[in-house]
């Protein structure tokens, strides 16, 4: 089924650790995202790729780094994890400038 | 500043209507998306305006008005399977959606 794998969907981590969100689309779609969401604030932009080999800063990057070696992999690294970072963090993909998102499932995580 | 102002809560009834607002102000504008995102689960994608106008899918309706900043979502014929949270998204001058924390609405039998 085509869309948006992201792994692990739930994990706890230790502060200072290191962690790698994982995120593969097989729609081909040129630009992905990284967001964290919160309660009550909404989903925040981390950081997102327009295509292939670029990246941006989001609203909320720092903590975070990114990397788009191909046009499927969008993975999401914590270098040092703190309890700040607990969220839940949602990879997404789209088509075209206005094209719709499709998101991940998720990956919960949490920072002890 | 770019922003997105929704209600936090709303509550109807089973078989009712209920209309959802969204206001924004954002950096140039390319359109206005709307989700539905149910507890624990990823966002799904809803409605997508860029012209005035009201447009229908099913139960779901959804309005804009570009020249009040504004648009809302309307669901009838409430079910409680549409419990769940709404999120306004604009799509700004450099095509980033700026998004609104989201309108939870619960549904009463």
């Known amino acids: 089924i085509a869309g948006i794998t992201q792994a692990p969907t739930s994990q706890i981590l230790a502060a200072g650790r290191r962690m790698t969100l994982r995120c593969t689309q097989d729609m081909r779609h040129n630009a992905m995202y990284w967001y964290r969401q919160d309660l009550g604030l909404g989903l925040r932009l981390i950081h997102y790729s327009n295509t292939a080999g670029t990246t941006g800063k989001g609203e909320v990057p720092d903590g975070y780094s990114v990397s788009r070696a191909n046009t499927d992999d969008f993975p999401l690294t914590l270098a040092s994890a703190v309890p700040s970072q607990t969220s839940v963090y949602f990879c997404?993909?789209?088509?075209?400038?206005?094209?719709?998102?499709?998101f991940g499932e998720g990956s919960r995580l949490t920072v002890l | 500043g770019q922003n997105i102002d929704q209600p936090t809560e709303m509550t109807a009834t089973e078989g009712a209507i209920v209309q959802i607002n969204c206001t924004y102000q954002?950096?140039?504008?390319?359109?206005l998306f709307w989700y539905q995102q149910h507890a624990g689960e990823a966002p799904t994608f809803l409605s997508y305006?860029?012209l005035d106008g009201l447009e229908e899918k099913g139960r779901f309706s959804s309005f804009l008005s570009r020249s009040k900043g504004y648009s809302y979502l309307l669901l009838k014929e409430l079910q409680m399977k549409d419990s769940a949270s709404y999120l306004c998204a604009a799509l700004d001058s450099n095509y980033q959606l700026i998004w609104g924390a989201g309108t939870k609405l619960i549904i009463k039998p």
């Open positions: 954002t950096s140039g504008f390319n359109g």
């Open positions: 305006n860029v």
């Open positions: 997404a993909s789209r088509t075209g400038d206005t094209g719709e998102l499709f």
